[in-house]
């Protein structure tokens, strides 16, 4: 009902930046949260920032606090994670997810509809 795409990741040396898109097509009234995961080899997939449907608020991991914000364009029905300060720990697949429900959520199994994720690799 609802798909998700990723773009924008890539390979990035270590204090770089990299801005991920996800873009969303369908029912994307069920997208009142919109989330972004990350999943490292041998790792279980990590929350990592979330906002709601209007951008008034945003939640975030504590290890990417202050380094990442994630922002969306509903007209454009597509969110952005700006990655700065990157460090060799960020990297993972991240994925893209979206959350019907009013309420916040950072557990992954809350979340509706996933991207097919994209590769972000940090080097030292």
């Known amino acids: 009902q609802v798909q998700l795409v990723e773009s924008g990741g890539g390979l990035v040396q270590a204090g770089g930046s990299l801005r991920l898109s996800c873009a969303a097509s369908?029912?994307?009234?069920?997208?009142?949260?919109m989330a972004w995961f990350r999943q490292a080899p041998g790792k279980e997939r990590e929350f990592v920032a979330a906002?709601?449907?209007?951008?008034?608020?945003?939640s975030f991991t504590d290890s990417v606090k202050g380094r990442f914000t994630i922002s969306r364009d509903n007209a454009k029905n597509t969110v952005y994670l700006q990655m700065n300060s990157l460090k060799p720990e960020d990297t993972a697949v991240y994925y893209c997810?979206?959350?019907?429900?009013?309420?916040?959520?950072?557990?992954?199994?809350?979340?509706?509809?996933w991207g097919q994720g994209t590769q972000v690799t940090v080097s030292s």
């Open positions: 997810a979206a959350r019907g429900a009013f309420s916040y959520s950072g557990y992954a199994a809350s979340y509706d509809y």
């Open positions: 906002i709601n449907w209007s951008g008034s608020s945003t």
């Open positions: 369908g029912r994307t009234f069920s997208s009142r949260w």
